[in-house]
């Protein structure tokens, strides 16, 4: 059986290689043929190169002059060296980086492994060229990721947008932005600019509030946090019409539209800055592939739930590249299953299905207030049909957010009426690391009532303690 990865030194397709390798030394029937395909210079994935790890680099730095800045105990505000930033991030990025490329020249080593640093795309159902070969495999797994997002918006080709990427190599930041796009890429690098660069930041914020995935009170907290602690002015009910340049940076032509039946006439409104920056999302990376030689159409529902792909049965289509939860963990976790599913096809076996609890978290506030979620939402629990109790706690609740200067935030648990777990939210200091603990407690199903309730260190967990005893009593014995 000869499969081809495409993508190979991304997160996905490092992850189906690495399961098909296990599954055969696991099951000596198995006559496996693997070729890696990937032309990234230096290569490494998105998620090591431009994305989660660099962002949380430079995070970090802002992050010290920002709790600085709000603590009466401290005197003095640092600079961040931005040169100093970057090279950092650099050196670790590098680092990160060759560590996976070795990792899959390691597999490359083996017999019946083959890397070929070049591109590959479709020339036929099933037959792909790479470089000046061309190979007939029986199956192709794209796991070609993501690529930037550029909106169409009249003017924007004469403005030359900022984009996260070059954000993150800056060693120099705007004066003034004007920011299209606050999704969880928004979240994380807005407050950025206005912390290490000193930017004076807009955001243009199509609803209510930032942070569809979470109940509204998150959404409107985190909101308040922005606009109070980072002097960042968030335009809510806004949409972007055109954009010009002008001799001094650029002007973003908007229209706000408050809800309400009595709103009244849409405002027109302009705001200039220095830059505009688009964190406008990302869309698959499968231009160039040739996907129309195989009878593919990139769209809703092209990918089904096996990571196979609906009009060809022997492509599979994992991580970002298939628009389904653009995600470093369901990238690997959907490999995993893209692989096994392969070999149930070639044995003739019915294929199972990639199914995960909601595991997010946006490093939102330079990670001082992350928001984290696991498994149901209010507003999720309510369109599956579940019955469920939800408690809330504010941070400000437990003292020791006070002593580490931050008690601003909270956090709530929804139980089912039989008092099993089904979801965590939080926005508060740590409520990132606190989200395993919460994968653990959903996943498995547990009964909150089940939970133990003792005092333990690190403190900060002890919201959770105070979640589960609320919902406790709510539900009773």
């Given at each position: ?34 070729t ?5 210079e230096p ?28 603590d ?80 169409e ?35 994380e ?49 806004t ?50 592939l ?6 593919l ?25 298939n ?5 470093l ?40 207030y ?24 504010q ?62 260190h ?8 105070g ?11």
């Amino acid at each position: 059986m000869h499969v081809l990865v495409i993508g190979a030194y991304g997160s996905a397709g490092v992850a189906t290689a690495g399961r098909l390798l296990d599954l055969a030394d696991d099951d000596p029937s198995v006559d496996l043929e693997l070729t890696l395909v990937d032309d990234g210079e230096p290569g490494g994935g998105l998620c090591i190169l431009d994305g989660c790890m660099p962002s949380k680099e430079v995070l970090s730095a802002a992050a010290h002059r920002f709790q600085v800045r709000h603590d009466d105990r401290v005197r003095g505000v640092p600079e961040v060296d931005l040169d100093a930033v970057v090279a950092t991030k650099d050196e670790h990025v590098a680092e990160f980086a060759a560590h996976r490329r070795a990792t899959v020249h390691r597999m490359a080593e083996r017999e019946n492994v083959e890397f070929l640093h070049d591109r590959g795309r479709f020339v036929g159902e099933r037959r792909v060229r790479v470089g000046d070969r061309e190979f007939d495999p029986d199956y192709v797994v794209v796991a070609t990721g993501s690529a930037l997002n550029l909106p169409e918006l009249p003017g924007i080709d004469e403005v030359d947008p900022m984009s996260s990427s070059e954000i993150l190599d800056a060693t120099s930041l705007p004066e003034s932005v004007v920011i299209m796009g606050f999704g969880y890429v928004g979240l994380e690098l807005a407050p950025y600019l206005a912390e290490a660069g000193g930017t004076d930041v807009t955001v243009v914020e199509h609803d209510a509030r930032p942070l569809d995935e979470a109940d509204p009170a998150f959404g409107d907290v985190l909101l308040d946090l922005y606009r109070e602690a980072f002097g960042i002015e968030v335009l809510t009910h806004t949409y972007e019409r055109s954009v010009e340049a002008t001799d001094d940076g650029v002007r973003l032509h908007l229209e706000r539209s408050p809800p309400g039946d009595d709103a009244g006439v849409p405002e027109d409104l302009t705001v200039e800055a220095d830059r505009l920056v688009t964190f406008t999302g990302r869309r698959p990376n499968v231009d160039g592939l040739g996907l129309e030689r195989t009878g593919l159409s990139p769209g809703e529902g092209w990918v089904e739930d096996t990571m196979r792909a609906a009009d060809a049965e022997h492509v599979f289509v994992v991580g970002d590249a298939n628009g389904r939860e653009p995600i470093l963990h369901v990238a690997k976790e959907q490999g995993h299953r893209a692989a096994e599913n392969v070999l149930r096809h070639a044995r003739g076996d019915p294929l199972e299905p990639y199914e995960n609890v909601h595991h997010h978290v946006v490093f939102s506030g330079l990670s001082v207030y992350p928001y984290a979620r696991v498994g149901h939402s209010e507003a999720s629990a309510r369109e599956a049909g579940i019955d469920f109790e939800s408690v809330t706690r504010q941070a400000s609740d437990d003292g020791v957010f006070a002593t580490k200067t931050h008690p601003e935030g909270l956090a709530s648990l929804l139980v089912g009426t039989d008092g099993t777990v089904l979801g965590y939210q939080g926005l508060h200091y740590h409520a990132d690391v606190m989200a395993k603990t919460m994968q653990v407690v959903v996943e498995r199903g547990m009964d909150v009532r089940a939970l133990p309730d003792r005092a333990y260190h690190p403190t900060t967990p002890e919201i959770l303690d105070g979640l589960f005893r609320d919902a406790a009593a709510v539900i009773g014995n």
